[in-house]
């Protein structure tokens, strides 16, 4: 799924009100990382890129997990 523009700017709206109660240095990477993906169309892509080849690996791999049905 590809987040929009609009889905962005709610997402850097609520780290803003976050950062703004409890400071940019709170030290969570959750919310650097989320900051980053919602700034950066270059990391944004990079994730992606991530996130596919975990899920062809398992797709090739087929290991068992509990969201499978094989034998």
């Not at 400071?23 to 993906?37: F, L, N, P, T, V």
Request: charge should be positive.
């Amino acid at each position: 799924m590809k987040p929009t523009e609009k889905q962005l700017s709610k997402k850097l709206k609520e780290i803003e009100k976050f950062e703004k109660k409890w400071g940019a240095e709170h030290g969570i990477s959750s919310i650097y990382g989320m900051k980053k993906y919602c700034t950066n169309a270059r990391y944004r892509e990079l994730v992606d890129q991530f996130t596919q080849a975990t899920i062809n690996t398992y797709k090739v791999y087929r290991f068992k997990t509990p969201y499978n049905d094989w034998d």
